[in-house]
């Protein structure tokens, strides 16, 4: 229950952070957090899929949250890396 809370703030609050590190480099901040939200939800996920499980509650959850800042930076720099190229 707290993964539903937890992984979306994951990715607003990367998305915000870097946003704010790359102002005027990269996108803009309202972007950066909706991409952010986007990869935390689809890196917790994946993670999920893959089935690296550890024993106990709380490895799994810390392990969630691991996946989803994984996937908020990793969608964030993509669509960093493609709106550059464009």
């Given at each position: 229950m707290i993964l539903l809370i937890a992984i979306p703030?994951?990715?607003i609050v990367s998305g915000a952070l870097i946003?704010?590190?790359t102002e005027g480099r990269g996108l803009a901040m309202v972007p950066s957090v909706l991409v952010g939200l986007a990869g935390s939800i689809a890196g917790a996920f994946l993670f999920a899929i893959i089935g690296v499980k550890?024993?106990?509650e709380v490895?799994?959850?810390?392990l969630s949250l691991f996946g989803a800042a994984v996937g908020?930076?990793?969608l964030i720099i993509v669509v960093?890396?493609?709106k550059r190229t464009l």
């Open positions: 703030v994951i990715g946003g704010s590190l550890l024993v106990g490895p799994a959850f810390i908020a930076i990793a960093g890396l493609i």
